[in-house]
């Protein structure tokens, strides 16, 4: 028989039977042995062929002498050795019924594979002849495979073995008899029926005879199994620091350590978490005492049972006697199998559970407690009732490496989730927790933290201003967490301090760059600078003359939806961003008409890692320009639009305004002769417009009000003067202006003096009244709350 296809099947009788007793395959050596063809037996029940009962095959291989019955009548005693086949996915399959019919075939006396001396070797050793049909083995090897040689000569490797390994062998030993060339392999199979898997490191050699022709194969194995499994041991730690602590989220952590210990360590297992009793979120530090209250973290299993009796987030009470309370209270692993009574203790401890892992056979448990840094965060019970075989001391060796490396992530993660939950709280009691409501503008705002990244620096706010002016600043400070969220609310007031008294966007933007830059050097350590930095935008918007002034430092321009039109980008002056220092700032102002929607954001809401700046910039474009009801429908919009579903990167801050217009018929102006002998004309030149507004109510306040601040105007200011009402429906504002850029200031007058006491008069009247500078000089302001009869 030539070497490149050396197997006879006819040397061996095969039959393969399935499930439920069936001969599915028969072959020609079967029907030597026995007489029956394939026809007639191909279909039928295996059963009729055995004499007497037939056995019942279990475990992964059988083998025993029976009596089988002949075509022609007789009886045949024969030993048979039935394994099974490894079907699709690695699933059992039928069963292979084997028997050698040629095992001890004769050969010639100078055979060189009797030349070998194996019987005292203490590696196993095994001969193939040339038709790689097993021809010895030594005691050490039939002590491995479980079968006395004078049983299992004459098979072949595929016929020894029903697993898919065994056909890889078989061909490397054909590789090995057609080539002459040695070759050196390392498998890993179940050497016993319980299943439990040996590790092999062999060679195989070819055997030659006197003519150097190679006439058969030698293969010689060493059981490395100590060796294997510590490599796996150490290839689960080395998976477990991969997999797990992946996210600094605490139950994700918990499910990536049930993940890696299904199925290398364990067929279920369950970890439960203990609720943080502390206010500060930090679990109790001391003793437990039963029972114990814990919450299911994750669970896992290598099949759909067996089902947890507790749903994943769900808490449940573990009293004495449960693995999760007895490995808590003792403080240490226990390991609980069939020879101890611990097992069946937890698992009678619930009648729930015990019902529900009755069909499993769950034969060994193993519960782990959850530390780190000196505080217990839980407990893992890891079970077996697939795998043959209990846990073993490295097991539990192995467990708790495991368990301890996803302690220290649990730690992390519950510890940064505190931070970022203070961060947050810090960040949202620092932003706007409602925008005012005014005549200028209808705002709508969102704020989204980064998803990973923590917290940041970005900030929003709406600010009134006199004469119905309305500021509007969005920021975004450098970095992210705690420190980014402080230097966030230190800007933030700063912008509202300067925004009171009224300076310009350029000017307010150059004073905010100040402070950041001794923000920089108070951060600094040991004299160094530090690193503060921020952008920042600022507009403010005039509903009287429709017009917005902005500058920018270093910030996203913003974009403007005229009515009737698409989204277009405002053109601003590039400014620098805070903390360069020495750098000009530049406003541009425009006409805005009224419902024009600005939009005003941080760079995290168009900038990604995932798309271009500039696709982020056209999202957003559209998102604007398409038509909607309100303008929170529209900030849901570009969210969806823009923002990927796992949430952003950065911090998104977001701002929308429209803008309102005050109509000419609700403002009033007036140019004053500098006569202090008119103020009485102008008194009742006021007093006739509140008639016409419907406002007699305001008449007594409006005309002390602006008797003081004209007055005041003609004796100290510079002409022009000039007077201006403005009303809406809850307030109504007085406004002198005049060229002179002396501001007034309230003072104490004393008993003997004539004057001094105007703006005391003023402030008193007046919920509240200020001074701004404008270009021509300055304007002194007041407003009146109006309180309309319902």
Partial sequence: MPPEYPFEEAATARAVIDAEGRVTEWGEGARRLLGWTADEVVGRSAARLVQGRAPTLRGPRW??????????????????????????????????????????????????????????????????????????????????????????????????????????????????????????????????????????????????????????????????????????RLQLVNEASVRIGTTLDVTRTAQELADVCVPGLADFISVDLLDPREPTGEPAIGPLTAPVTLRRAAHQSINPGPGAVVKPGRPDVYPAGSPQADSLLADRTIVADTASEDLAQWLSWDTARKEQVRPYDIH??????????????????????????????????????????????????????????????????????????????????????AARAGVGGDWFDVIPLSGMRVAMVVGDVVGHGIQASATMGRLRTAVRTLADIDLAPDELLTHLDDLVLRLSDESGADGSAGEVGATCLYAVYDPVSRRCTLARAGHPSPLMVRPGRTAEEVELPTGPPLGLGGLPFEAAELYVPEGTVLSFFTDGLIESRDRDVGLGHDLLHEALSRPSASLDETCDRILRLLLPTGGARDDVALLLARTQGLPASQVATWDIPADPALVAPVRKQVVNQLGTWGLEEAEFTTELVVSELVTNAIRYGSHPIRLRLIHDTATLICEVSDTSHTAPHLRRAKTWDEGGRGLLLVAQLTQRWGSRHTTEGKTIWAELALFQEQ
């Fill in 63 to 232: 083998n025993g002498t029976l009596t089988l019955r002949h075509r022609d009548g007789r009886t045949v005693s024969v030993w048979l050795l039935a394994h099974r086949q490894s079907g699709p996915g690695g699933r059992t399959g039928d069963w292979l019924v084997v028997t050698p019919l040629e095992g001890a075939r004769a050969r010639p006396d100078d055979d060189p594979l009797d030349r070998l001396a194996l019987i005292q070797s203490p590696c196993a050793v095994a001969i193939y002849d040339e038709r790689l049909r097993l021809y010895r083995i030594n005691d050490a090897l039939a002590a491995v495979i479980g079968l006395p040689e004078e049983r299992v000569r004459g098979l072949r490797v595929t016929e020894l073995s029903g697993r898919l390994r065994s056909e890889e062998i078989e061909r490397q030993l054909h590789r090995v008899l057609t080539t002459g060339q040695a070759h050196d392999f390392n498998t890993c199979v179940p050497a016993a029926d319980d299943g439990r898997m040996t590790a092999w490191l062999g060679r195989m050699a070819p055997i030659t005879d006197a003519a150097g022709q190679v006439c058969g194969v030698c293969v010689a194995v060493h059981d490395v199994t100590d060796q294997y499994l510590a490599r796996e």
């Fill in 364 to 449: 060994s448990t193993m519960s782990v407690p959850i530390r780190a840094r000196g505080t217990t965060l839980g407990v893992a019970v890891l079970t077996r009732f697939r795998r043959p075989h209990p846990f073993t001391p490295d097991d539990q060796l192995l467990a708790e490496e495991i368990t301890a490396r996803a302690a220290v992530c649990m730690d992390n993660a519950r510890r940064y989730s505190r931070e970022r939950e203070t961060a947050l709280a810090l960040q949202r009691s620092l932003l706007p927790q409602s925008l005012p409501s005014t005549a200028a503008v209808q705002a709508c705002s969102r704020y989204l933290p």
